[in-house]
């Protein structure tokens, strides 16, 4: 008697199944931000082995990255000053390559190279702009750990943020040094 019904409740349930099985590639991709990351204490951890902690000195992490041919990983940074970082994963022996083509890229757009003080003076910085009375300023900095390769970019108001670059550096430079 239930024959007929309970075949047809069946192909109906096994038809919502795929339904819900399949996705689009574009929601795929959207789903996808948090790609190869796991929650650990205080933070998120890449399959890479990068980690983003929740905080790092006065900077809160907003959202992580998946990675592409030449970035593995990564993370935003921001505070309530103003002050934005990204932390950048990439393959081995790639790292010198994504300093120049940032280089490159900013040069190209008309930004103005500046020759920078303190912990910006190690990286390459550029002018992009103004905000209020301030000069926005853009820094990159690559990083080699053992056999892996990361860049930090920050943003940040010259002069007032100057001083508050160092320790962001040295912060993550410090998270880098441990892993």
């Known amino acids: 008697m239930g024959g007929p019904t309970v075949r047809r409740a069946s192909v109906a349930f096994a038809a919502l199944a795929l339904a819900g099985a399949w996705t689009p590639p574009a929601a795929a991709q959207e789903r996808g931000t948090d790609a190869g990351w796991t929650n650990v204490v205080d933070g998120m951890r890449h399959f890479t082995g990068l980690v983003c902690p929740d905080t790092l000195a006065t900077l809160n992490r907003t959202r992580v990255l998946v990675g592409s041919a030449d970035r593995l990983a990564g993370c935003v940074y921001q505070n309530a000053e103003g002050i934005s970082a990204v932390l950048r994963s990439h393959p081995s022996g ?58 930090l970019w920050i943003s940040y108001s010259l002069p007032d943020e100057a001083g508050e670059i160092g320790p962001l550096v040295t912060a993550f430079a410090g998270l880098l040094a441990s892993r």
């Open 94 to 151: 790639t790292g010198e390559q994504a300093a120049r083509s940032f280089r490159d890229r900013f040069r190209a757009a008309g930004f103005k190279l500046v020759a920078t003080t303190g912990a910006a003076a190690s990286g390459i910085s550029f002018l992009t702009g103004k905000r209020g009375t301030t000069d926005r300023c853009e820094t990159l900095w690559r990083f080699r750990n053992g056999s892996a390769d990361y860049t």
